[in-house]
């Protein structure tokens, strides 16, 4: 059984690009989140998708959006790269039923922006 | 919103001594709360959690405790091992209207133990 799968694993991009990172949910898994660890700190929660809707976001700007597939893979996307977006980005999937709603990690994405 | 404090953020012990990292927790609505160890370089791994209806949670050498009076709760690990050295995370869910709310972590604490 598959966990939760990330990519790409690491990625360097400038200021102003734009970048794509992909998540793969645990089979099973229909909800997944989003989440930014800069170094040294907690992962911080960035937004949520269900049923192919974002159903909650975090204290992000506008430049990072996402997307659910129907197959409940997910997308996020960062427009307009600043320094300050570098990051291990987090994706985790879990159940939506209740009290069924342990999160699983992925591996994460190490993405630099220089 | 919820925040979560955790303390302490580094913490040493000799190998077999017990370690005890703690966390506050402000939105009285929390009612999941999880721990997560993060080792080098990998991805954060539950290894356990509580839910607002239990005061206590044991698993083997790892407990957790929670005061929802007081809004704290606690990882105990007794008899640490070398391979218990990492980063751990709490973490506290409020649950918005049955749908699962999304988990805000504390800032971490290094676990180091010395053999």
């Known amino acids: 059984d598959a966990g939760v799968t990330q990519s790409p694993t690491h990625l360097i991009k400038t200021r102003g690009q734009q970048v794509t990172l992909r998540c793969s949910p645990k089979s099973g898994h229909d909800t997944v989140s989003w989440y930014q660890q800069a170094l040294g700190q907690g992962p911080q929660f960035i937004f949520q998708y269900y049923e192919e809707e974002e159903r909650q976001r975090g204290n992000f700007p506008d430049r990072f959006s996402g997307h659910q597939f129907p197959n409940y893979s997910s997308e996020l996307n960062v427009n307009a790269l600043l320094l300050g977006d570098s990051a291990l980005y987090l994706c985790?999937?879990?159940?939506?039923?209740?009290?069924?709603?342990?999160?699983?990690f992925g591996a994460g994405s190490r993405l630099t922006v220089l | 919103g919820e925040n979560v404090e955790q303390h302490p953020s580094t913490l040493s012990v000799q190998e077999g001594d017990s370690a005890v990292i703690k966390c506050t927790y402000s939105d009285s609505a929390s009612n999941y709360f999880p721990w997560y160890k993060q080792e080098l370089g990998k991805r954060p791994q539950l290894i356990i959690d509580i839910r607002s209806n239990v005061g206590e949670k044991k698993d083997q050498r790892i407990a957790v405790t929670l005061n929802k009076t007081a809004k704290h709760f606690s990882l105990h690990i007794t008899e640490t091992q070398p391979e218990d050295s990492a980063v751990y995370f709490c973490?506290?869910?409020?649950?918005?209207?049955?749908?699962?709310?999304?988990?805000?972590f504390g800032k971490g604490t290094k676990l180091s133990v010395k053999p």
């Open positions: 985790a999937s879990s159940l939506e039923t209740a009290g069924a709603n342990v999160l699983t």
């Open positions: 973490a506290a869910r409020v649950n918005y209207g049955g749908s699962q709310g999304n988990l805000i």
